[in-house]
Nanobody, 125 residues
Framework: EVQLVESGGGLVQAGGSLRLSCAAS????????IGWFRQAPGKEREGVSC????????YSADSVKGRFTISSDNAKNTVYLQMSSLKPGDTAVYYC??????????????????WGEGTLVTVSS
């Protein structure tokens, strides 16, 4: 059974930081591109960041570049999203997802094979 379990969401004030975790089981993260997506109420799901060990690549959307950092710990089979300088516009449910084959720069949700159920990040002003 493949599971992706997000954690680390919560309420934070603008300018604050949170670190999200995506713990994978049933798959090895080094065999997949792991992406972070987010969806705010009434808005489309948006690709945020991606990491691929197989291609030694990372990617972040312009909206978060310089503020969010994606990383992985293969020993823990976990991917992290360190979020800093948070803005109210970052408020969303954040999902991690795994793709057996996807170029990280594309970060297209249709290419993802497995999804977590999400963790809510709320940034207050």
């Amino acid at each position: 059974e493949v599971q992706l379990v997000e954690s680390g969401g919560g309420l934070v004030q603008a300018g604050g930081s949170l670190r999200l975790s995506c713990a994978a089981s049933g798959l090895a993260i080094d065999d997949y591109a792991i992406g972070w997506f987010r969806q705010a109420p009434g808005k489309e799901r948006e690709g945020v960041s991606c990491i691929s060990s197989s291609t030694a690549s990372t990617y972040s959307a312009d909206s978060v570049k310089g503020r969010f950092t994606i990383s992985s710990d293969n020993a823990k089979n976990t991917v992290y999203l360190q979020m800093s300088s948070l803005k109210p516009g970052d408020t969303a449910v954040y999902y991690c997802a795994a793709a057996v084959y996807m170029a990280c720069w594309s970060l297209n949700d249709v290419d993802m094979d497995y999804w977590g159920e999400g963790t809510l990040v709320t940034v207050s002003s």
